[in-house]
Nanobody, 125 residues
Framework: QVQLVESGGGLVQAGGSLRLSCAASGRTFSDYAMAWFRQAQGKEREFVAAIGRDGRSTNYEDSVKGRFTISRDNAKNTVYLQMNSLKPEDTAVYYC??????????????????WGQGTQVTVSS
């Protein structure tokens, strides 16, 4: 069992930046592939980014490439999502996800077993 707690969401103007954090507890963090998903109101949950267990491999959804960066600190049991050049269409609840067995190239919500409670990101125009 892995517990995930996100933080760092908030209200920001278009063009601004935020850094989300996800603190993990309960198991060996470095055994888990980690990902960020988001869900806008009235829409399905969608993949944002994923990172491999050693932090060397990453995968991004096309609309965030070049703007968002996923990283992890295995010593701190934390995964981050640095979000720059934010756009109103980035507004959503952002969720951290983890899985012991999945590959960092997997993008489906069903590929991840453990989820945080989410943190709201609102980008004003």
């Amino acid at each position: 069992q892995v517990q995930l707690v996100e933080s760092g969401g908030g209200l920001v103007q278009a063009g601004g930046s935020l850094r989300l954090s996800c603190a993990a507890s309960g198991r060996t963090f470095s055994d888990y592939a980690m990902a960020w998903f988001r869900q806008a109101q009235g829409k399905e949950r969608e993949f944002v980014a994923a990172i491999g267990r050693d932090g060397r491999s990453t995968n991004y959804e096309d609309s965030v490439k070049g703007r968002f960066t996923i990283s992890r600190d295995n010593a701190k049991n934390t995964v981050y999502l640095q979000m720059n050049s934010l756009k109103p269409e980035d507004t959503a609840v952002y969720y951290c996800a983890a899985d012991r067995w999945t590959d960092w190239r997997r993008r489906g919500p069903s590929d991840y077993d453990y989820w945080g409670q989410g943190t709201q990101v609102t980008v004003s125009s």
